[in-house]
């Protein structure tokens, strides 16, 4: 992970004093660094001499509904922790807003690497399949876990999820959108006709891609599944189609890589990477151009939702108005797929 030393948007005082009491035992003066590159919820390295932790928070300003819940993040990383699906240890939870200027969470600091983009290009090409396919080991894992065992059967609604995901990612668009589109207009009218009957229910990571897995240092094997804030129940093939959207973008959309030759490069195709999750026990059902241009367009409007906050001065990166504007990209990509 990078790390930027901006100044925080609170007094790292107040933070220090409440992780002294609600965590016995911290030694040493408390060192703070932003951990850049997320566009969402602000995240930190917090340091002492004998415990290294992460804390993340919602951004500042005024939030779309039901947006930023870290509570949630923090729910579900507590629910998986006895799980074969690996998640950071969550520490605690704080909704006073007194400490940080907004409800967060703290959980213990892991020691792996977090892959930028799905080219992989810190990994040798020959090793590179087997990262993709932990990837689909682990994306297998969550879609098999017990939803009455974990304590999560009422972590979402079962059941009509796409219709009601469109239903709500169109009222996003209407909340967060800074420009007309007519892709999204297609989208918004194709979308709610074209539904598969599939019904199932399983976990949904909601923003399953390899920026947000943590490997092991050394090895192509997972440690932690990442930035929980989207999660919910859901129907896997959601989580399958958003993993697989690389494949369809360009190297400026999102580092993309649909203009790779994925053979010389040592990546395999989407459906290789499918058919592995399949044969790691995910759901069988086949990922549809229904199902990658549904997650294409509800990254497209994730995406506007950043440069409406960028707009509004409470972006939670530097970058996010150049972000933001991949929006159209991710739209134009949806619409092709649908023609």
């Known amino acids: 992970m990078t790390k930027t030393e901006t100044t925080p948007e609170f007094d790292p005082a107040r933070l220090r004093d409440f992780l002294r009491r609600a965590i016995p035992g911290l030694d040493g003066e408390m060192r703070l660094a932003r951990i850049g590159g997320g566009q969402s919820n602000p995240t930190f390295f917090v340091d002492f001499d004998n415990r290294a932790l992460v804390l993340r928070k919602q951004p500042p300003g005024d939030l779309l509904p039901s947006a930023h819940?870290?509570?949630?993040?923090?729910?579900?990383?507590?629910?998986?922790?006895g799980t074969d699906v690996p998640v950071p240890n969550a520490?605690?939870?704080?909704?006073?807003?007194?400490?940080?200027?907004?409800?967060?969470?703290?959980?213990?600091?892991?020691?792996?690497?977090?892959?930028?983009?799905?080219?992989?290009?810190?990994?040798?090409?020959?090793?590179?399949?087997?990262?993709?396919?932990?990837m689909a080991e682990t994306l297998a894992k969550l879609h098999r876990v017990d939803l009455a065992?974990?304590?999560?059967?009422?972590?979402?609604?079962?059941?009509?999820?796409?219709?009601?995901?469109?239903?709500?990612?169109?009222?996003?668009?209407?909340?967060?959108?800074?420009?007309?589109?007519?892709?999204?207009?297609?989208l918004i009218a194709w979308l709610p006709a074209n539904i598969p009957p599939s019904d199932q229910t399983t976990i949904a990571h909601g923003d399953f891609r390899f920026?947000?897995?943590?490997?092991?240092?050394?090895?192509?094997?997972?440690?932690?599944?990442?930035?929980?804030?989207?999660?919910?129940?859901?129907?896997?093939?959601?989580?399958?189609?958003?993993?697989?959207m690389a494949w369809?973008?360009?190297?400026?959309?999102?580092?993309?890589?649909?203009?790779?030759?994925?053979?010389?490069?040592?990546?395999?195709?989407?459906?290789?990477?499918?058919?592995?999750?399949?044969?790691s026990g995910g759901c069988a059902e086949p990922v549809t151009n229904f199902h990658l241009a549904f997650s294409l367009f509800r990254f497209a409007v994730i995406l506007e939702g950043i440069a409406a906050r960028a707009k509004s001065g409470s972006?939670?990166?530097?970058?996010?108005?150049?972000?933001?504007?991949?929006?159209?990209g991710f739209a134009r990509r949806a619409v092709a797929l649908i023609d």
């Open 69 to 81: 819940a870290v509570d949630r993040e923090f729910r579900i990383l507590r629910a998986l922790s």
């Open 248 to 279: 369809h973008t360009g190297a400026d959309e999102f580092e993309g890589m649909r203009d790779i030759d994925l053979a010389a490069e040592g990546i395999p195709t989407q459906a290789e990477y499918v058919a592995h999750y399949q044969r």
């Open 91 to 134: 520490v605690l939870y704080c909704d006073d807003r007194s400490v940080v200027g907004t409800p967060f969470y703290v959980m213990d600091k892991l020691d792996g690497r977090v892959m930028s983009t799905y080219a992989l290009p810190q990994i040798a090409p020959a090793e590179r399949r087997a990262y993709y396919f932990a």
């Open 149 to 186: 065992a974990t304590g999560l059967t009422d972590y979402g609604k079962p059941g009509n999820f796409f219709q009601r995901q469109i239903t709500r990612w169109i009222r996003q668009w209407d909340a967060s959108r800074t420009r007309e589109d007519a892709n999204i207009d297609r």
């Open 315 to 328: 972006a939670a990166a530097d970058d996010a108005v150049q972000v933001g504007a991949q929006a159209a």
């Open 211 to 244: 920026g947000n897995l943590m490997f092991h240092p050394t090895e192509p094997r997972v440690i932690a599944v990442l930035d929980w804030e989207l999660s919910t129940l859901g129907h896997p093939l959601a989580d399958v189609a958003y993993s697989c």
